[in-house]
């Protein structure tokens, strides 16, 4: 058999898939799998956004044809517009927008398009898999910022040694953060962020993949609020969880123009951008009705409160986030003997209830574990009667 690349044997396992394979193994045997795993969203679509791929689809087949990769004029347009009314930043929509298929893929590939063997990127410990696994793929080297709970899951990037950053090329930072659920409050780190870049002329790539679900009245401020941003960084985002779009595979990327441009480069070699339809139901969603937006937090915040409200109950503190579909647990006092991993597994097989373990987003998520809050109201309820079955 011929092996693959050292790159791809190099990668850690992915943690969603070393769960999957289990969940498999346990539903073999009967058991009905609570999944609060992976970040997937289980309400539809909004209805309006169906109805225009429907449409599209069948009364406009030139939308059958290559898609425009960079996104199509009207989309860019759009996506400018939703910026200037969401957060008063200015856009070129030629120069400064990008269509992404998921903002996974462009997060990976602007990795790709900037880092040679050995460049340095300062990556957040824990974080979303793919801020270290595109660093991998590129064959760069992640330099791992600790998130503390002690700091509010806030990097101290005056701590990172001076020769790291001066080779450092790419800083990841992500607010509101998956999986830890921190956000930030100003945009005063953001300030320090820029200052930082300037100094050492690195790249800023922000992930923005929650701005919109947010709770208690919170608002997510964008990097690009912050004076210099445009400068130095890029902000990207996704239709999947504001309007339930995880399976369409669309995103978007905006900010410096540069980097934009070089980013647009490297997928012109690699794939043909967004199908002409989805792009079209991207416009609708973003120019649609936005109770739906409303909707989808509300559903949210409600199954945050049962879960964290029910957990205290059973005497395990959770912190209630203010961001994100994921709450963000210490393992139960009864099992810190345990690894997150180990937790996880025996938590399957105890009770049949899928969560991610900490240590899957970093070595700094050792410890604690993430619970994506992505099935029915009703499930909730059984999954803390389950939980009790452990806890007590
Ligand atoms: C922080 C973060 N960024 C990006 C993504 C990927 O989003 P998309 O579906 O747009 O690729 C996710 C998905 O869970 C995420 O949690």
Not at 13 to 36: M, N, Q, S
Not at 82 to 95: A, H, S, T
Not at 299 to 322: S, T
Request: net charge neutral; with cysteine.
């Amino acid at each position: 058999m011929i092996e693959c690349s050292e790159k791809l044997k190099n990668l850690p396992p992915y943690i969603f898939a070393r769960i999957k394979k289990l969940k498999d193994e346990v539903r073999l045997c009967g058991t009905d799998v609570i999944d609060l795993d992976m970040g997937n969203p289980d309400k539809p679509t909004p209805s309006h956004i169906v109805e225009r791929l429907c449409d599209t689809v069948r009364n406009h087949p030139d939308t059958h044809r290559y898609p425009q990769a960079k996104g199509m004029p009207k989309l860019r347009k759009v996506i400018s517009e939703w910026y200037k009314e969401r957060f008063n930043v200015d856009l070129d929509p030629d120069k400064q927008v990008l269509v992404l298929v998921g903002s996974k893929e462009g997060i990976c590939h602007l990795a790709m398009a900037y880092l040679n063997p050995g460049d340095i990127a300062l990556v957040p410990d824990p974080t979303y898999p793919v801020h270290f696994n595109g660093v991998y793929l590129a064959g760069g080297e992640v330099y791992s910022m600790p998130l503390l709970e002690k700091n509010n899951y806030i990097p101290k990037i005056g701590a990172i040694p001076d020769e790291v950053s001066k080779k450092a090329k790419i800083l990841f930072i992500c607010y509101p953060h998956n999986p830890t659920t921190a956000v930030v409050e100003d945009t005063n780190f953001f300030s320090e962020v820029v200052e930082f870049a300037k100094k050492y002329n690195l790249i800023v790539v922000h992930d923005f993949a929650y701005s919109e679900i947010v709770f208690d009245g919170y608002d997510a401020p964008s990097f690009l609020q912050t004076p210099g941003a445009i400068d130095v960084g890029v902000e990207f985002h996704s239709f999947s969880k504001t309007y339930n779009m995880a399976g369409w595979r669309i995103g978007f990327v905006v900010g410096n123009s540069s980097i934009i441009s070089n980013l647009e480069k490297f997928k012109s070699f690699v794939d043909y951008g967004v199908s002409t339809a989805i792009q079209l139901c991207g416009v609708s969603a973003l120019t649609g009705p936005q109770d739906c937006v409303d909707e989808i937090r509300q559903v949210y915040q409600k199954r945050r409160n049962i879960m964290v409200e029910g957990m205290a109950k059973l005497g395990w503190e959770i912190k209630k986030p203010k961001a994100t579909m994921y709450l963000w647990a210490p393992l139960p006092q009864k099992y810190r003997h345990m690894s997150s991993m180990q937790f996880c597994e025996f938590l399957l097989r105890e009770t049949g209830i899928a969560i991610s373990p900490g240590s899957g987003f970093g070595k700094y998520g050792e410890g604690y574990l993430r619970i994506a809050l992505v099935t029915h109201n009703n499930r909730f309820h059984d999954a803390l009667l389950r939980f009790k079955k452990i806890l007590q």
